[in-house]
């Protein structure tokens, strides 16, 4: 048996397909800087869009998931990167049917207990054009999707952002965020790790540290320690 076949087995044996879903009123193109890392790092990446802008949670988890699973080969471990709205729908997915093969789950900014943002502003003329009816699933309240799918039941790590460059935005939250999403709003109970960085949400998916985590969770099933900053003198 030759170096080059055991080799090619190594790798082979430890290929990862990794579904990425983009945000809402985003393109596959947001994620394209995360997509072409994990392609460099051995992984097998399945990046599709979806009209996230015209149809309700429950109709776009479907739509986005079921294509992107039939791209991924067979017998391979699925892990998913999402960011925003994505990792919604795939909790959505996960409440109504498994994943065979699903293995880890690492979320950016997600709004896991809904956002300040929604209930603030969904009243206001053009937000329903501008998000949908999505969008307005997204709110802390009544009609709030992700407060009433439940905990996670899946290896599910989060990256939580903690710098804003929408401070209008960030005024209608009342503790830190991104601009979108509060720190404490992007946890969920059932979650393996969860870390905050200095980037903002619409950021995220496309920060180098942060893709560097990804890749880390998705190898190691944790974060990789942040070394604290340093003392000023």
Same mark, same amino acid.
């Given at each position: ?8 087995? #190594? ?18 193109? #947001?994620? /394209?800087?995360? &997509?072409?890392?994990?392609? &460099? ?16 949670? &429950? ?60 209930? /603030? ?13 999505? *969008? ?14 439940? !905990? ?10 903690? /710098? ?14 991104? *601009? /979108? ?8 109970? *059932? ?20 893709? !560097? ?7 190691? *099933? ?7 900053? #340093?003392? !000023? #003198?």
């Amino acid at each position: 048996m030759s170096i080059v076949f055991l080799l090619f087995f #190594s790798v082979s044996a430890h290929a990862s397909c990794v579904v990425l879903l983009h945000g809402l009123a985003r393109t596959p193109s #947001s994620m /394209k800087v995360l &997509e072409a890392t994990l392609q &460099e790092e051995g992984f097998t990446p399945v990046n599709l869009g979806y009209p996230s802008r015209d149809y309700p949670i &429950e109709q776009l988890a479907d739509m986005a998931i079921e294509p992107a699973l039939a791209q991924c080969p067979d017998g391979m471990t699925i892990h998913f990167v999402t960011h925003s709205l994505g990792g919604i729908l795939l909790r959505q997915y996960l409440s109504q049917q498994p994943i065979n093969n699903l293995g880890r789950v690492v979320m950016l900014g997600p709004p896991n207990q809904g956002s300040e943002v929604v209930d /603030k502003l969904a009243d206001v003329p053009g937000f329903r054009f501008l998000n949908g009816e999505a *969008g307005l699933q997204l709110g802390t309240g009544e009609l709030s999707v992700p407060n009433r799918l439940g !905990k996670a039941e899946f290896d599910l790590g989060i990256i939580a952002g903690t /710098k804003s460059i929408n401070l209008i935005l960030s005024q209608l939250i009342p503790s830190t965020d991104d *601009g /979108k999403v509060s720190i404490e709003r992007t946890k969920l109970e *059932g979650m393996n790790d969860h870390i905050e960085m200095p980037v903002s949400h619409p950021f995220l998916m496309k920060n180098e540290a942060v893709i !560097k985590q990804v890749v880390h969770y998705l190898r190691n *099933g944790n974060f990789e320690q942040q070394q604290p900053p #340093s003392a !000023k #003198s």
